[in-house]
């Protein structure tokens, strides 16, 4: 068995299909499953075994004629038995039909006319068991494995060394993502942080680093001068950064799916509306605080959810 799996979307969206393509393998154990996904969610296929092949197509909407031809070149030259799409994409589906795949799965719409099995998409569910639903459609009927990665020797590696450089002690640390638009304000990570360092003195606070917090972290250093940041290059050393903490404390995004998989507690600020999306459900490593807008969460829920852990 041959499959191709169509992926548009970041590293987080790759992340999260995880799930689906190890029951893929699971299931076709001697088969060859790869993926397509734009060039900048590649890296994310580093902490991902269950993969035959990584290809990159860029999924945006001004691609040309030219751009799709190679792309049903490439899809045709490896003479897939079946292809699975993760967005619906009336164009795309209809390049999987030109190419002759017997099997063509995809989220059930009212332009799904070139899929062989359309499957009807569940929106309101956690991600991962959205992306597994896609399984169905080749008569596939087991249950979302936990999501997970393997994390590369060379990633433990590299968060060893900075954890030296730090001088992060064998305690461990408490680690701190405020997302790529900083949407908790600074003095309410000002709050957390005052009481964090006067319970636990002795417990390390360590942000994380992304190009767009420059002036949050800023500001938090500016505040905190003994802070220490960690500045991950990719997904694999970003999971092993998550991996090696006590504790992270993080609004939605890539962080939260990956301590999810690498199972480090986690306190998650978030809208009411991503709970059901972001979390996995019946478990107890990964909890909430929430409120209409994240920034109205008071300090002091996330410290009882914190200390409660």
Known sequence: MRI?????????EQILLFPTLE??????PSGVIDVIVPPSAKPAYRVCPHIHEVLTFDYRDSNGLADYLNLLGTIRDREYDAAILTEPRWNLELLLWLNGIPRRVGYQSQLSWFLSDPVPRKAEQYAPYLYHDLVQGLEIASRCPSL???LPKEDIDWVEAEQKRLDLKESGYILIYG??????PTDKWSKIITDIQQKQPNLPVVLLQKVQDARWLAELQKAFPTLKKFNPPDAG????????????IC????????????????????????????????QDRQVSVEATAVAEIAPEAILAKIWSS
């Open 251 to 282: 609004t939605s995004g890539l962080p939260l799916t990956l301590a999810t998989a690498v199972g480090t507690y986690t306190v998650a600020l978030l809208e009411p509306a991503a709970v059901l999306k972001c979390l996995p459900p019946a």
């Open 179 to 184: 997302g790529l638009t900083s949407s908790y």
């Open 237 to 248: 050393k970003l999971a092993a950064a998550i991996a090696g903490a006590n504790l992270l």
């Open 148 to 150: 997970r990665l393997s």
């Open 23 to 28: 029951t893929l393998k699971k299931q076709y």
């Open 4 to 12: 191709v799996v169509l992926v548009p979307g970041g590293i987080e």
